[in-house]
């Protein structure tokens, strides 16, 4: 169970979908948060805030640009200041790995 939107997210707005994963296709502002029981693809720059798996630990995070804000799942968290730098303006993936959170280029 997928929810679609195609358009982007704007700063202000909050998209929560806890029956499984969003995909925008466009960009996350600075701002907006999108919230997933599953995983979030981002088929743009992700500047706001990333919060997936809240229902499945496996949940991933998908994003063409990295500029994000905070990214989360499964309730464990990475604010901007803690990501590593040269992933920024980057296309990533973000999984848990235990309890660490791991991100690598896409």
């Known amino acids: 169970n997928s929810l679609l939107l195609d358009c982007p997210v704007r700063s202000g707005q909050c998209i929560v979908h806890p029956e499984g994963d969003v995909i925008v296709v466009g960009s996350v502002?600075?701002?907006a948060e999108v919230i997933a029981g599953g995983s979030i693809h981002i088929y743009?720059?992700?500047?706001?805030?990333?919060?997936?798996?809240?229902?499945?630990?496996?949940?991933?995070?998908?994003?063409?640009?990295?500029?994000?804000?905070?990214?989360s799942i499964d309730g464990l968290y990475m604010v901007a200041e803690d990501m590593p730098a040269h992933l920024r303006g980057q296309p990533i993936q973000v999984w848990l790995d235990g309890d660490s959170m791991v991100m690598a280029q896409d």
């Not at 743009?44 to 998908?62: C, E, N, P």
């Open 29 to 31: 502002a600075s701002g």
């Open 44 to 71: 743009g720059t992700l500047r706001g805030r990333a919060v997936a798996g809240s229902r499945d630990a496996r949940a991933r995070i998908f994003c063409r640009k990295l500029e994000a804000e905070l990214l």
